[in-house]
């Protein structure tokens, strides 16, 4: 397994030939971080993930143009499969739990991408430590958790495989408010165990919170990327995303009037 930075570069994607949906996105998640994405719906964002899982052809999707790498290996155009191996395990928007399996028997299937069968026993201690309820359940078909629960049982079964790098995809999307809670709680201390996390979410006051570091999407570009609490104070996405006008100085109608970017943020010029 693979170690260091995820090193997103110049990575540029299209669907069907026709739509390009990424272009030339740059970004890295230094091992043990967390690093978020905010955007709206269409900015690219589960693309993004798409293309570093491998998941992407099975979208009718293609890395045109860029690198994916994990330390020194390179990422494009390894089966999923190899990718998990690697390091690098997605947990996709939806879930996507085997709803006929057990609890026990998804985790077992996420162990298939573990290094070995030791580390898939540690792994399994881990979760079950993490998600106790998991335990509750373990012979419970998945299909009938609830949707946090079964968000718990997507996150372990990622987390069987000992990734060094995860990928969520709209963790707390669809939740309660305390289900979120729980969701980003344990987000916080899987990184804390040392796990590196690629972040969307769709509540970007949670995402910011979460990561030292935050990329914006805008029509399949980075707009905008600095550390989050830079990107929390400024008054552009505390206006667009964190829904928080802010008020301007009437005696000041110049162009830029009521509009401050950090000075540690960056702008993307494609």
Partial sequence: MANGTLAVRNLSVTYGRAVRALHGVSLDVPAGS???????????????LRAISGTLPFHRGAVDA?????????????HPA?????????VPEGRRVFGRLSVEENLRAGALGAPSRSEAAKAHGRVLELFPVLA???????GLLSGGEQQMLAIGRALMACPSVLLLDEPTLGLAP????????????????GTAILLIEQNAALALELSSHAHVLEV?????HG?????AGSDEIRRRYLGVGEE???????????????????????
């Avoid at 550390?227 to 990107?231: D, G, I, R, V």
């Fill in 82 to 90: 190899t990718v998990v191996a690697a390091g690098v395990v997605q």
């Fill in 34 to 48: 967390v690093t978020a994405v905010l955007g709206a719906n269409g900015a690219g964002k589960s693309t993004l």
């Fill in 220 to 224: 399949g570009a980075v707009a905008l």
């Fill in 136 to 142: 509750e359940r373990a012979r419970q078909r998945a």
């Fill in 178 to 193: 305390l289900m979120a809670e729980r969701i980003a709680e344990t987000v916080r201390e899987i990184n804390l165990q």
């Fill in 248 to 270: 301007t100085d009437t005696e000041d109608d110049g162009e830029d009037a009521g509009k401050f970017v950090p000075p540690t943020l960056g702008r993307w010029t494609g």
């Fill in 66 to 78: 860029g690198s994916v790498r994990l330390g020194d290996r390179s990422l494009i155009g390894l």
């Fill in 227 to 231: 550390p989050s609490s830079e990107l």
